[in-house]
């Protein structure tokens, strides 16, 4: 391969640069919130109050260290660059682009592409940079979860059919990523599942953080946006109850792994009301070292999921997108992703219990299934990047 710098183009690429500081208004904001929750009214939730020039998205840093694992494993010591979505245009860079996982082409609810897309469309034509697409993802609406296309419009549609013909290799996360690109687009494309789902973990256990006796679930609750807090408004009462009925049920502990920031004070709203939760808080890693102790996962974030079959332990996905049952499908596992609108709390109960109950099948058909998806993923890589830095 020749020398050159390769950018890896993602949602987060690099921990923010400002460390959090101490808000005496977050805190005070905080104290409300869950005094008005203790009473019942969820309604004033918003997250909003909790973000933080540090706040970010653990999932979307997984994919880029994920990445980065891979390609210095197959590429050697090659310099890197990372820019976030929206900086493309902002680096003085040339050299080949690898445009990596999460939902890169995502549509509104009136299923358009985001101007973001635009964007780079117009600085890729214009850089003449070589780039390829890494299982990136088609990310919309729980509505079409029954397969069928959207009705995408025809600016849209070009833009998403240009930055696919325009690339040297092209790879999607999920079958329904496939589905909706290949009806814009008739190029090859190849399944490989989220890169994130082959991180690997680069320290020890701390087994004595997250264990004890009793069963540990694992939860994550979205909370970093206004439709997630829309949700979170509306079925954090029902959440409880049905985290109350399992924690009786099984007679389990349960671990927050908090993916953004701003999902802090849910963890704090589940404990006020006699929720036995314990709050993982920190980088990737942290959090790969408390998927790595649980029994089983319910999942809200995906990327929450994904790290959790990343380590083997079984998930359950509580999805609000289509990315969600995209996800399970490729893992084999299509009946433990339950719908979150409308919330079904005997549902989830139900998923529960059966995978508690068939845990070490599941443990072992995720694994079989990791494996041979990230032979796949692996193939495509090692010769995207032997294309892309030649």
Same mark, same amino acid.
């Given at each position: *391969?020749?020398?050159?710098?390769l950018?890896? %183009?993602?949602?987060?690429?690099? !921990? &923010?640069?400002?460390?959090d ?16 929750c #203790?009473?019942?009214? $969820? ?9 933080? &020039?540090s ?5 979307d ?29 902002k ?18 609810? @009136? %299923?358009?592409?985001?101007?973001r ?12 940079? &070589? ?8 990310? *919309? ?9 959207p ?46 789902? $082959? ?13 004890s ?50 999902? $802090? ?9 006699s929720?036995? !939760? ?16 649980m029994?089983?996962?319910? +999942?809200? *974030? !995906? ?7 990343s ?11 289509? #990315?969600?049952q +995209? ?36 443990? #072992?058909?995720? @694994? ?6 990230? !032979? ?10 032997q294309?892309?830095?030649?």
């Amino acid at each position: *391969m020749k020398s050159s710098v390769l950018t890896v %183009y993602g949602a987060v690429t690099h !921990l &923010p640069p400002q460390p959090d500081r101490f808000s005496l208004k977050r805190v005070i904001k905080g104290g409300r919130d869950r005094l008005k929750c #203790k009473l019942g009214n $969820f309604q004033s939730l918003d997250y909003r109050n909790y973000l933080s &020039p540090s706040a970010y998205n653990r999932g979307d840093l997984a994919i880029a260290q994920a990445v980065t694992q891979k390609i210095q494993a197959f590429a050697g010591n090659i310099e890197l660059s990372f820019v976030n979505w929206g900086d493309l245009s902002k680096k003085n860079e040339d050299g080949p682009i690898l445009i990596s996982g999460s939902g890169y082409i995502h549509l509104t609810q @009136n %299923y358009a592409v985001a101007d973001r897309l635009r964007n780079d469309l117009e600085y890729l034509t214009a850089s003449r940079r &070589p780039y390829a697409l890494h299982g990136i993802g088609v990310n *919309m609406s729980a509505t079409h979860s029954d397969g069928s296309l959207p009705t995408i419009n025809a600016e849209s549609r070009s833009i998403i059919k240009e930055l696919i013909e325009g690339a040297v290799n092209v790879s999607v996360r999920d079958k329904n990523s496939e589905k909706i690109v290949q009806s814009i687009s008739d190029r090859s494309i190849t399944v490989v599942a989220d890169p994130a789902l $082959f991180l690997k973990h680069d320290g020890e256990i701390q087994q004595s953080k997250y264990s004890s006796n009793r069963s540990q679930v694992g939860i994550t609750i979205p909370f970093h946006g206004p439709a997630a807090t829309d949700r979170v408004c509306r079925d954090l009462s029902s959440y409880i109850q049905c985290l109350k009925s399992i924690q009786d049920k099984v007679d389990c502990d349960f671990v927050q792994t908090v993916h953004f920031d701003s999902e $802090f004070i849910i963890g704090k709203v589940l404990q006020d009301h006699s929720i036995r !939760l314990t709050q993982a808080i920190g980088e990737v890693q942290t959090l790969l070292s408390a998927y790595q102790q649980m029994d089983v996962h319910i +999942g809200g *974030m !995906l990327h929450s999921c994904i790290l959790s079959a990343s380590t083997g332990t079984p998930c359950i996905g509580l999805a609000y997108d289509i #990315k969600h049952q +995209g996800f399970f499908d490729l893992l084999g596992q299509p009946d433990l992703c339950v719908p979150a609108e409308p919330f079904d709390p005997e549902r989830l109960i139900a998923t529960c219990d059966h995978v508690l109950t068939h845990a070490d099948t599941i443990r #072992k058909q995720i @694994n079989a299934r990791r494996d041979e998806l990230e !032979l796949t993923s692996n193939q495509f890589l090692a010769q995207t990047l032997q294309t892309l830095l030649s």
